[in-house]
Every structure is written in structure tokens, then in C-alpha cells.
């Protein structure tokens, strides 16, 4: 057969499944049109389901604009709940920007609860917006923003609920552009086959032009593929398509061919000036409580530390920040289109801002006389902690929370958190001079080397610290200690660490109970079984995606949350499906092996994380 009839074959199947894909959304879907998917759901579902609010969109500064009058819909996905997403600051950037434009809409959409997903399948409902009840279906573009992997069966689910083929390669050129962004984009091999492309990084600067090259190909009539090559030449996008994945026989990953244009290396896009980036400081105020009910304000993406097991280290760096003065302004310009009590000075490490103290001083002396709180996340221990809880919290004395994640100065240097117990000890003493009678903690356990005088030493730190008060004021201080399990992160020097199993993790949980003597000391441990999954589908490759295909056919979603997860259930998806988890969550790698993510580039080579591995058990 030659060419010229090959091409007619292809685009005859291509619009057979045009057809196909239309006629099934019509017979499923008929007269399900924005008007009485909002008449049912207001008539009939909202009173049958928990928190109504969540569903019923019309908020306080969405943005509704006519369908007609532009020239690309995108639905901003988020593959968790409306308290969850809604709490997201970078899904705030994008429908404030995309919005910005006139030829372009953005509406939200969120992964529903049980209840609500049962009316909808119930009734023959499809998946629809908030702004105007549109089946997401109808959108050009729907961006996913995906923050933890064990929202990979949401992401399915949803797409699911709206009849979009869940492969890339089953899609016609009807069916909606699938885009991935978020915090865990440096590895998302277990959904590759899923989206159109992946954007890698910060999406401020190639937003814009990503969505006018989707614009392009639709106007067009081009093929799929011709948007995938399209889409690969924009810094930053990594276009799973475009590659070829082999193995070995033991399963490791033989090679990594990339098909021009797309590169050998996807480099991580970054915007480097956070001054003149887009805030939106007129953000739409949720209907019902959300996780964070609050103004938040970026006031530095990245951070200057190199903890050796951290992920995020890699994605958000290098350090940029905005000034004080901008700060302060975006504050004020927020505040009065919000009216919130409370502001946030968020990024991964605030107090390692430069000018903190100059900065809260400033923020609290605007805010002060009406009463609106000024709150910092989880602080760095170091020196200058002592005088940072005079400042914050000035209204009320909510919980201070630290994160010094492991309790030993030896295996603080295996991690390479550079802190001190001293300093910690002098923050502490001025947040109860200061009034707090609460500190959260936050540690790991089951990072690399680890011995059991670094867990006795867990239960030493925090009693010590409420003991602390007890000296100053007669009563203890309430601690509350959270500890997660240590996952090893592609992309960070721990990459080819074994992960502790899950009877080694457990162990490990009953011997720190065993040492708290005081009601005052909290511990809260996170699920081994949710870490060991997390493991499996942050350190996996693209041949996982047959497992989340049979966990959807077995029900499984909102796996991050305990009333749903069920792990007998993945074992069963695992059995079935002839993967065995363990290879991909606990197994150790040489650091020659070709990794499954080994695609993606970043400012800190391979070479650099073996060497800081290497360093890392050279401390003993």
C-alpha cells in the first residue's frame, strides 16, 4: 500500500472516531446542555449531597464570560476536592491570567466526592465547570494540576465522568487538549500515556504561547501528532508521544529515544522575575470553608537550602523573590477586594526570606489596628528563630509550627539540614514569651543510615521542648509532632535509596509510641501504606499506567483520603495486573541505572546527586 493510501486510511479512522466520540456524547449525554445540567443539580442533587456550596459555583469574583464571544475554553482541573483545590495558589495564577485575555475562558472544575459522583453517574451527568455548568468535555483545553500522585485515579476518574478517552493515543481531534502541570510534574512517568503534553516547571512564561499554538492546530484540522510536535518546541513542555521508552530483561530501563523536535532533555522552565509576575488580587472567595481560608501571598518561589531528600528543592529552584514593597502593596490590593483576617507570607522556606523581619514588621504594621493576623508557614531552625514569634501572630496565638525533620545532628548532616537544638530551644522559648502555648513539629523517619538513637532522639527533642515552657510558666507546652515516612524522590541525591518497607516503618512507629511519657506530646504518624503507594507511583515508568487503568475498573479514587483508600484493593490491582509494587517503591538502584525520568533536565546534573549521595554516607 503506498503512502498516499495510508493517509486516506488514517484520516478515514480519524473521523470515524469523530463521529463515534460525538454520537456516544450525544445518546449519553442528550439535552445535557450548561442550563439543565444547573436545573437538576439545583432542583435535585444539591440537597443529597455534603457541603453543597462546593457545587454550586457562583462565588464572589468568578469570572463568566460568553462561549461565543472567544476563541479557546480551558478547564483549570484539579484532580482533588473543591477544599483542596480551591486552596491552591498556582490554580489561582492561571485562571487570573487566562482570563486576562479576551479571546480566551477559564473555568474551574474539581474532582466531586462519592456522593456527588454517585448523582452524577446516577443521572447521566457529565462532568461540568463551576462558572457555567459546561460538560468539561466541550472545553478545547483542560490543564490538570496534579500535586500528589495519589490523585492519578481523580485525574482518570474525571476524565471518565466526561467521556474522554483516558489514552492519548485513543483521542481524535475532537476530543479536549489534556495538559499536566504542578508541583510533581519532574516525574509523572505512571500517567505519561495519559496527556497531551506536561509542562515541566513555572508556567507563567509560556502559558500564552502554549495555548496559542492549541489555538492554531484547532483552527487547522491538523492531526494529533502535528500538535504534539508543536507543543514540544515550548520550553519546558515534555510531550510523552514523542517518547520511546525500552527495557532490559530485568525491567530496568534500557534507553530513552526522543523523536524530533522534542529534545533529549525537557528543560525545567522558569520565570525568573517574580517583581512583575501575575498575582491575582482579586481571588474568588470559596462558598464553603476550604483548607486555606486566607490571603496568601508568594513571597519567594524556591529556596536556598539542598536538602538532600527534598523534591521540591528541584523543581522551584533557583531562589526568586519579590520585594517588600510589592509585597505590601499586593497585600493591601487583596485584602480589600477579600476582606480576610489573616494573611500568609508563603513559599517553601519564608524564613529564609532576606529582610523577614523588616517584611512582618511591615505587613503587621499596616494590618495591626484591623485586626487582620499575619501568619508564616512551617519556619526554618536557625539562629534567627527566636525572633520571629514576637512578630507574627500578633492578633491571636495560633500554633508555631517548625520543621526540623530529624532530631540528631549526625543524620541532620546526612540529610543536610544544617540546624541546631539550641536554636530551636530559643525559638521555642520566645514563642511562649510571646504567648504560644502550641508548637507543631514536623520530622521524617526512615531516612537513609538512620539508628535507632535518631528515633529516641524524636521523643528527647519534643518533650524537652515542652518541658521548656513548664520551667518558664509552671505548665508544659502542648507539642504536636507529625512524622512521615521518607520516600526516596526521583531527581534528589536519595533517588537510588532503598525505601524501608512497610513492617520495618511500623517498627519504627511502635518504638517512638513506646518512649512518650507525657499527654502533652502528640504524635501523628502518616499512613506507611499511603507512603508505600506514593513510593511506587513517584519512583515508577510508564508501563504503571495499565495499573491505574485497572484500579478505575476496580472504583479506587480520593486515595489520599482514609475514608477511601483501600490498600487490600491495590494489592488486588497489583496482583492482576502482573506488576510487583515492591521493585518500584523499596528497591535501591546503582547510580549508573537509566531511570524512568531521566528524560527531564535540570540546572543540577545526575553526576552532582551521586556525589552528594556519596557525601551523604560519608558521614557515618
Known amino acids: 500500500m503506498n503512502e498516499n493510501c495510508i493517509s486516506l486510511v488514517t484520516f478515514a479512522l480519524q473521523i470515524d472516531r469523530i463521529l463515534l466520540a460525538t454520537?456516544?456524547?450525544?445518546?449519553?449525554?442528550?439535552?445535557?446542555?450548561?442550563?439543565?445540567?444547573?436545573?437538576?443539580?439545583?432542583?435535585?442533587?444539591?440537597?443529597?449531597?455534603?457541603?453543597?456550596?462546593?457545587?454550586?459555583?457562583?462565588?464572589?469574583?468568578?469570572?463568566?464570560?460568553?462561549?461565543?464571544?472567544?476563541?479557546?475554553?480551558?478547564?483549570?482541573?484539579?484532580?482533588d476536592t473543591y477544599g483542596v483545590g480551591m486552596s491552591h495558589l498556582g490554580l489561582k495564577i492561571l485562571y487570573h491570567m487566562l482570563n486576562l485575555r479576551d479571546d480566551i475562558v477559564a473555568e474551574r472544575v474539581f474532582a466531586p466526592w462519592i456522593d456527588m459522583e454517585a448523582e452524577l453517574r446516577g443521572r447521566g451527568i457529565p462532568l461540568h465547570s463551576l462558572e457555567t455548568f459546561t460538560p468539561i468535555g466541550e472545553f478545547d483545553v483542560i490543564g490538570f494540576s496534579m500535586q500528589y500522585e495519589l490523585g492519578y485515579t481523580n485525574f482518570l476518574n474525571m476524565l471518565e465522568l466526561s467521556d474522554i478517552p483516558a489514552l492519548t493515543e485513543d483521542r481524535s481531534i475532537g476530543d479536549p487538549v489534556i495538559l499536566g502541570g504542578g508541583s510533581i510534574t519532574l516525574a509523572m512517568e505512571p500517567v505519561a500515556p495519559f496527556f497531551d503534553a506536561i509542562l515541566v516547571g513555572d508556567a507563567e512564561d509560556v502559558l500564552y504561547r502554549t495555548m496559542d499554538i492549541i489555538k492554531d492546530w484547532r483552527d487547522s484540522g491538523r492531526p494529533r501528532d502535528d500538535l504534539h510536535a508543536a507543543l514540544a518546541t515550548v520550553p519546558g513542555m515534555y510531550v510523552p508521544s514523542l517518547y520511546n521508552v525500552s527495557y532490559h530483561a530485568d525491567g530496568t530501563v534500557a534507553g530513552i529515544e526522543n523523536l524530533p523536535p522534542a529534545p533529549a532533555n525537557v528543560p525545567k522552565t522558569t520565570i525568573m522575575d517574580m517583581e512583575n509576575a501575575p498575582v491575582p488580587t482579586r481571588p474568588i472567595i470559596p462558598n464553603v470553608e476550604v483548607v486555606h481560608d486566607r490571603i496568601n501571598i508568594e513571597i519567594m518561589r524556591g529556596c536556598p537550602n539542598q536538602c538532600r531528600f527534598c523534591q521540591a528543592v528541584q523543581h522551584y529552584r533557583p531562589v526568586k523573590m519579590r520585594s517588600i514593597e510589592r509585597i505590601v502593596q499586593l497585600a493591601e490590593e487583596t485584602y480589600a477586594n477579600t476582606g480576610y483576617d489573616e494573611i500568609s507570607l508563603t513559599s517553601l522556606s519564608t524564613a529564609d526570606y532576606p529582610g523577614i523581619f523588616d517584611l512582618v514588621e511591615a505587613i503587621s504594621g499596616r494590618f495591626d489596628e484591623r485586626r487582620v493576623n499575619v501568619s508564616l508557614p512551617s519556619l526554618r531552625v536557625g539562629p534567627e528563630l527566636k525572633r520571629l514569634p514576637g512578630l507574627t501572630s500578633t492578633v491571636r496565638k495560633a500554633g508555631l509550627t517548625m520543621a526540623p525533620e530529624v532530631a540528631t545532628d549526625r543524620l541532620r548532616q546526612v540529610i543536610r539540614k544544617p540546624i541546631l537544638n539550641e536554636h530551636l530551644m530559643a525559638g521555642c522559648e520566645a514563642a511562649y514569651q510571646a504567648g504560644y502555648r502550641l508548637i507543631k513539629m514536623y520530622f521524617l523517619i526512615g531516612a537513609p543510615t538512620e539508628r535507632e538513637e535518631d528515633l529516641r532522639g524524636i521523643?528527647?527533642?519534643?518533650?524537652?521542648?515542652?518541658?521548656?515552657?513548664?520551667?518558664?510558666?509552671?505548665?508544659?507546652?502542648?507539642?504536636?509532632?507529625?512524622?512521615?515516612?521518607?520516600i526516596p524522590k526521583p531527581h534528589t541525591p536519595f533517588q537510588w535509596e532503598a525505601m524501608d518497607d512497610r513492617e520495618t516503618l511500623l517498627a519504627k512507629q511502635r518504638f517512638i509510641r513506646s518512649l512518650k511519657t507525657s499527654g502533652t506530646l502528640k504524635l501523628k504518624f502518616h499512613d506507611v501504606d499511603v507512603s508505600y503507594l506514593e513510593a511506587v507511583y513517584s519512583r515508577g515508568d510508564r508501563r504503571l499506567h495499565t495499573t491505574l487503568l485497572k484500579a478505575r475498573e476496580m472504583g479506587l479514587r480520593m486515595d489520599a483520603w482514609r475514608e477511601t483508600f483501600d490498600m487490600n484493593k491495590w494489592n488486588e490491582v497489583f496482583q492482576d495486573s502482573g506488576f510487583d509494587p515492591d521493585w518500584y517503591a523499596l528497591r535501591a538502584r546503582p547510580t549508573n541505572e537509566m531511570l524512568p525520568w531521566d528524560m527531564i533536565g535540570l540546572r543540577i546534573p545526575t553526576a552532582h546527586l551521586a556525589k552528594e549521595k556519596t557525601r551523604a554516607h560519608a558521614v557515618g
Open 459 to 486: 521523643v528527647e527533642l519534643i518533650d524537652e521542648a515542652s518541658l521548656l515552657r513548664k520551667k518558664m510558666f509552671g505548665k508544659r507546652a502542648q507539642i504536636n509532632a507529625s512524622l512521615s515516612s521518607h
Open 23 to 79: 454520537t456516544y456524547r450525544l445518546v449519553t449525554h442528550i439535552h445535557m446542555n450548561s442550563q439543565t445540567i444547573r436545573k437538576i443539580l439545583f432542583d435535585e442533587v444539591l440537597p443529597r449531597v455534603q457541603k453543597p456550596g462546593q457545587y454550586a459555583g457562583g462565588e464572589r469574583h468568578i469570572i463568566v464570560k460568553d462561549h461565543a464571544g472567544v476563541d479557546l475554553k480551558v478547564a483549570l482541573a484539579f484532580a
